[in-house]
């Protein structure tokens, strides 16, 4: 057990929708990492919050945001869902901002129909 | 060409054989992962290296920052360490760019 939870495991909804995947990261961590992984594109890296600000970001969509709340947890949100959008979300944490072992979530698979 | 390649793409060992994936990289970086993807899909990450080695039980992973390159090694394998091995880099614009992954099966 990581300690990161998800929150749902599976999510199947229609395109043009709009959804939001959750994340707690294991206590103590203050960074959580958002990514996709898909069949053709493998895993891909979209965004890092680090005590509530943003901190990097990757190959994220702008129909896609992310935030990272006071309690420090933090939410991905989708919308105008496209079939492309189908793919295992994971969420992991590190203590720090910089360069340090993640904590990866079981991850949540989003189906788009 | 991609950012991060890894070899072989596929991997079959009997149990007890000593295995090696590799990984190459063609940008700067502060870092590099190694990532263990199991059959179910969780991901556990192994190692986070900037220089030298670290080992961890049967795990040893290497990195030649001059070379570009790492290896992750594994000893006495065992059918347990089936899964999908895959190396990430995290360049210095703080983006994180992922192999395609090596699939490995111990067979017992």
């Known amino acids: 057990d990581s300690g990161v939870t998800q929150t749902p495991k599976h999510l199947i909804t229609a395109t043009g929708q709009r959804v939001t995947l959750r994340c707690s990261p294991r206590?103590?961590?203050?960074?959580v990492y958002w990514y996709q992984q898909s069949l053709d594109q493998g895993l891909q890296f979209l965004i890092q919050?680090?005590?509530?600000?943003?901190?990097a970001k990757g190959n994220i969509l702008e129909r896609f945001s992310a935030q990272q709340f006071p309690d420090l947890h933090s939410e991905l949100n989708l919308s105008s869902l496209e079939l492309g959008d189908s793919a295992l979300y994971f969420c992991?944490?590190?203590?720090?901002?910089?360069?340090?072992?993640?904590?990866f979530g079981d991850g949540t698979r989003l189906s788009i129909l | 060409k991609n950012e991060v390649e890894q070899s072989p793409q596929n991997l079959t060992a009997q149990e007890g054989e000593f295995i090696t994936i590799n990984c190459s990289y063609s940008?700067?970086?502060?870092?590099l992962h190694w990532l263990q993807q199991h059959p179910g899909g969780g991901i556990v990450s192994l190692f986070m290296?900037?220089?030298g080695k670290k080992k961890h039980g049967r795990l040893i992973a290497t990195i030649n920052i001059q070379e570009k390159h790492s290896s992750l090694h594994i000893t006495a394998s065992h059918p347990r360490d089936s899964a999908v091995y895959i190396c990430?880099?995290?360049?210095?614009?703080?983006?994180?760019?992922f192999g395609p992954g090596t699939r490995l099966s111990v067979l017992p």
């Open positions: 992991a944490s590190s203590y720090g901002v910089g360069n340090q072992p993640q904590h």
């Open positions: 206590s103590g961590d203050l960074s």
């Open positions: 919050y680090y005590n509530g600000e943003e901190r």
């Open positions: 940008v700067g970086i502060s870092a």
């Open positions: 290296l900037s220089s």
């Open positions: 990430a880099v995290r360049d210095y614009g703080q983006n994180f760019v």
